[in-house]
């Protein structure tokens, strides 16, 4: 009963480095989200897919990537690590469809960039 | 700008009496509102909805009020118990297709039960 996995759980990155953020759903659930969550700032939505192949920016977008080829992986990427983006993240799925569907979230992936 | 917004980092109520939650929100596009439970080193769990539709809703020792006029939620736990110690976040999404994937969410508030 996985739900929705994330990888890796922490990771130190130094500055400039970049690197991806898996995460992985076995609903079959249409839609995926990236939120950051920062003390005092809650659950900040970084980029969304409504599907396969289909992605949009959320709140915060600037410095990460993302792309969905599959309805079961969406990939966060860092292209070069800042500061800024020590955060804990967390990625979601929920069925998609119109307003009400409930969203999952994984355990969440702790990113320190020094 | 937060278009949801908890004023109140943390509560503390003692065990057995009610806890309320407060949230309010500035965008009327909003259409559907949730609250989600925190634990440390836990992705948030879903607890609880309520659609504009709707002025209250309930679910076991959990209910969450609707106020539109005011743009305004709360959540009452009652009767709380130590289990409920969490971060509380009140979420909303606009109506609409692909809702589900623009929920904002508040800052959090951080309930303490005490004995």
């Known amino acids: 009963n996985a739900g929705v996995t994330q990888t890796p759980k922490f990771q130190v990155l130094k500055t400039g480095q970049s690197m991806t953020l898996q995460c992985a759903q076995d609903?079959?659930?249409?839609?995926m989200s990236w939120y950051r969550q920062d003390p005092g700032m809650g659950l900040r939505l970084i980029h969304y897919s409504v599907g396969a192949g289909i992605t949009d920016q959320g709140e915060v977008p600037n410095g990460y990537n993302v792309s969905r080829s599959t309805t079961e992986d969406f990939p966060l990427r860092l292209l070069s690590a800042a500061p800024s983006q020590t955060s804990v993240y967390f990625c979601?799925?929920?069925?998609?469809?119109?307003?009400?569907?409930?969203?999952?979230f994984g355990e969440g992936s702790w990113l320190t960039v020094v | 700008d937060q278009q949801v917004k908890q004023n109140s980092p943390s509560l503390s109520v003692q065990e057995g009496r009610i806890s309320i939650l407060n949230c309010d929100y500035t965008?009327?596009?909003?259409?559907?509102f949730l609250w989600y439970k925190k634990y440390p080193a836990e992705g948030p769990t879903f607890l609880i909805s309520?659609?504009?539709?709707?002025d209250k809703n309930e679910d076991g020792r959990f209910t969450v009020f609707l106020n539109k006029s005011a743009k305004h939620l709360s959540l009452h736990i009652v009767p709380s118990q130590p289990g409920d110690s969490a971060v509380y976040f009140c979420a909303a999404s606009p109506r609409g297709y692909s809702s589900a994937s623009k929920i904002i969410f508040g800052s959090g508030t951080r309930l303490s039960i005490r004995p």
């Open positions: 609903m079959n659930h249409e839609y």
């Open positions: 979601a799925s929920s069925r998609g469809g119109d307003t009400g569907n409930t969203i999952y």
């Open positions: 309520i659609s504009s539709i709707k």
């Open positions: 965008n009327s596009m909003f259409d559907y």
